[in-house]
């Protein structure tokens, strides 16, 4: 029968033997030339880890045997957490996630028991989790090079920031809301070249749902800030993002606008050369070239599109439209039924290799499968392509080197 040491902490004394009122811990025995492999004996209840003078202490973190120099010292899960700023329960964690191992595992009792050498990386975890970095991001910033940790780390700042961002957005947003309740708001204004807007929309259109059934989405966004507006469409399976300069005069805004007002707006502004956009409360209005149109904005909030244009892409192909094409053709589609709708739809894989993935990610080959109909829609007339690639799971980016301030997400699919 196993007794806990009174006044010991469960996460210190797991897997502890009791001798004489003390707690036993493993101990390393002294290098012995006559010992071929590593053996792990037991001596009573304790883990004795014998293992030849010429192996060494190997730091990395990861999952498996690691090998220590007899003079390493063993610490307890709950010593290493005191010592590291790490709980009993993230050590558990991020050993179960393979991306701290403890130095020694008791066979029998799972007990976690840690070297010394790994305490500089278990508190280097400690600060990487109170930032809130990703698991990923932690496993390259702990078994890259310093260079790969470094571009890690200046990913997440800027990861750190863009969320800043976003919540000072947001929060402008509710303070503007709370405002409204006492005070009119005030209208903006925003002028832009006509010939910019219309090929903004044109860039975005075919990325509008068709209908009105999901009302958060019917329509076209317009996100204006300081020097660019940022037009916005989505059917929820495919996300178009296109930019204009513009200048604004009044409070940064932004607002749905109904589909049919969006194409009629581009109708206008044929033959002009500049363009006056007016959103005052729930009226939009557009001048150009002497003619006028006004309507009223959707009154439903837009899903946040700025999460996901943000993606960190692991493999990049360069491509001609027409070389993706050939792909396309060449390889026979598998048809799938979308289960919201019933619509079938032909579905093209992607691949990309280990040559096409970006330095200090992952070099495996990816494999992606996407909506072949959507993707064409996509690539449109365009004739130089770059298709990023995150994740099977991950929207597929497709940019256009000639149009740097256009491009659509499309959602990946199941085969």
């Not at 179960?96 to 191992?101: H, L, Y």
């Not at 970095?133 to 800027?158: Q, S």
């Not at 007002?261 to 070239?289: I, K, M, P, Y």
């Not at 244009?309 to 396309?328: F, N």
Request: hydrophobic share 45%; with cysteine.
């Amino acid at each position: 029968m196993h007794r806990r040491a009174p006044g010991v902490p469960p996460g210190e004394a797991e897997g502890a033997e009791l001798r004489g009122g003390e707690r036993t811990r493993p101990q390393v025995a002294t290098p012995d030339d006559d010992v071929p492999v590593i053996a792990a004996l037991r001596t009573g209840r304790a883990l004795v880890t014998r293992f030849p003078s010429p192996l060494t202490f190997d730091p990395r973190p990861g999952r498996g045997i690691r090998v220590y120099r007899v003079e390493s010292r063993l610490r307890s899960i709950g010593e290493t957490a005191r010592a590291s700023g790490l709980s009993v329960s993230a050590l558990r964690f991020y050993d179960g996630a393979g991306v701290f191992a403890p130095a020694v595992v008791d066979p029998r009792s799972g007990y976690r028991w840690y070297a010394d050498e790994q305490l500089p990386d278990a508190r280097l975890l400690a600060r990487l989790r109170r930032v809130g970095m990703p698991l990923a991001g932690i496993t390259r910033v702990l078994t890259g090079t310093p260079a790969e940790a470094r571009a890690e780390l200046d990913a997440h700042v800027r990861r750190l920031e863009d969320g800043l961002s976003d919540a000072r957005r947001e929060l402008s947003a509710v303070r503007a809301a709370l405002d409204s309740r006492e005070f009119p708001v005030p209208q903006t204004r925003l002028t832009v070249p006509a010939d910019r807007l219309a090929a903004a929309l044109d860039a975005v259109r075919f990325a509008a749902p068709s209908d009105a059934s999901v009302p958060a989405v019917a329509g076209i966004f317009l996100d204006a800030e300081d020097g660019v507006l940022h037009l916005v469409a989505t059917d929820r399976y495919r996300l178009a993002v296109a930019d204009c300069p513009a200048v604004l005069d009044g409070p940064a805004v932004s607002a749905l606008l109904p589909t049919a007002l969006t194409d009629a707006a581009r109708a206008l502004l044929a033959d002009a050369e500049e363009a006056e956009l007016v959103l005052d409360g729930e009226q939009f209005t557009v001048r150009a070239a002497g003619r006028e149109l006004s309507g009223e904005r959707v009154e439903h909030d837009f899903p946040d599109y700025r999460r996901l244009v943000r993606l960190e892409p692991t493999h990049r192909l360069t491509l001609t439209a027409d070389q993706l094409r050939s792909m396309l053709a060449a390889t026979e589609p598998s048809v799938v039924t979308r289960s919201q709708d019933g619509v079938d739809f032909p579905v093209a894989p992607l691949t990309a290799t280990a040559a096409d993935a970006l330095p200090g990610t992952d070099p495996a080959e990816l494999l992606v499968h996407v909506n072949r109909d959507f993707l064409l829609e996509a690539v449109g007339g365009a004739d130089q392509l770059v298709l990023e690639l995150t994740g099977p799971i991950a929207p597929l980016a497709i940019r256009f080197p000639a149009r740097e301030d256009t491009f659509s997400l499309l959602m990946p699919t199941r085969r």
